[in-house]
């Protein structure tokens, strides 16, 4: 247990105290309680006992969503088509994300100032509930880029956090050094860039 005297508030006559916590930077899924006891040295009476009410329970998770896995891929290509599957695996030890938002950009729907770049305000966005509670979850949802071009490309990234706000990141190794990142909009930012192929029928003429 652990006691802290010292907030005392000598001028406020409405009894107002604000109180600042140092909460702990690792994961407590069964949470840390704290409990808030007053004191009144002239009349004890006036003293309320510590009750339900003055307690409370925060729960610590200081784990980030990992995206472990996504697809498409960087630089696959695909058919052009209506409902293309966009996935990514997330890994989340305590408070797993329920909720993340998927933004998207399609060359022939979004590239509004025909620069061929994916630019920020270009990006449409849904968001992609997972309501299940696991430490490993899917969050898939479909998109169109039916009226690509062929060689038209396709920019996506996710973007969310934990119920915690631990914002959803990447892992990577380099010269056995971990880092961590975040992805966002543009080609070189982004989770994967995909290239479409307008696919037809091979005619057999003899």
Do not use: C
Not at 57 to 73: A, L
Not at 131 to 136: H, L
Not at 178 to 195: H, I, L, S
């Amino acid at each position: 247990d652990f006691v802290q005297s010292s907030w005392k508030d000598q001028n406020n006559p409405d009894g107002s105290f604000f109180i600042s916590l140092t909460v702990p930077e690792i994961d407590i899924p069964e949470g840390i309680t704290y409990e808030v006891q007053t004191y009144n040295e002239r009349d004890s009476t006036l003293v309320i006992p510590p009750g339900p009410d003055s307690r409370r329970t925060f729960y610590i998770d200081g784990t980030s969503p990992e995206i472990t896995h996504n697809m498409p891929k960087q630089d696959d290509y695909v058919a052009a088509r209506y409902d293309q599957s966009i996935i990514i695996d997330v890994e989340d030890a305590v408070g797993d994300p329920k909720e993340l938002t998927l933004h998207y950009w399609v060359e022939a729907d979004h590239d509004l100032n025909r620069n061929g770049e994916a630019d920020p305000s270009e990006y449409a966005h849904k968001k992609v509930i997972n309501n299940t509670e696991a430490d490993y979850k899917v969050f898939t949802t479909t998109i169109d880029h039916s009226r690509n071009p062929n060689m038209g490309r396709v920019s996506y990234y996710w973007d969310g956090g934990d119920n915690a706000g631990n914002p959803l990141h990447h892992t990577t190794v380099i010269d056995e050094q971990e880092y961590t990142y975040e992805t966002g909009p543009g080609f070189n930012a982004d989770d994967a860039t995909f290239r479409t192929r307008k696919d037809s029928s091979a005619i057999f003429t003899g």
